[in-house]
């Protein structure tokens, strides 16, 4: 399974981007969706993450500002990451994630940079 994100850039404080992670194959639903950052310098963290049930969970750090949904039209499955009201700290790079039973797949990232 391939994953690739898309949808990152350069914008300014304040506004909103939409983040894509389109899989080669159907990601069955009873595995969960998850999207992460990492920050210059920190550690991968998990910023959103749809449940097989359908819940979603979101850091504190990103609670309103995160909107993680998906899409199965077609033959693969579409993650979506829609992020508001960007500031500087949500700078990185934002990977894709899902399991299969083949193991864990990740994007390579999209960079997403906020200018003050």
């Known amino acids: 399974v391939q994953l690739v994100e898309s949808g990152g850039g350069l914008v300014q404080a304040g506004g909103s981007l939409r983040l894509s992670c389109v899989s080669s194959?159907?990601?069955?639903?009873?595995?969960?969706l998850s999207w992460y950052r990492q920050a210059p310098g920190q550690q991968r963290t998990l910023v959103a993450q749809l449940r097989p049930s359908g819940g979603t969970i979101y850091p504190d750090s990103v609670e309103g500002k995160f909107t993680i949904s998906k899409d199965n039209a077609g033959t693969g499955t579409t993650w979506y990451l829609q992020i508001n009201n960007l500031t500087p700290a949500d700078t990185g790079v934002y990977r894709c994630a899902a399991p299969t039973s083949r193991g864990t797949h990740w994007g390579p990232g999209t960079q997403v940079n906020v200018d003050s």
């Open positions: 194959e159907r990601i069955f639903g009873w595995y969960a």
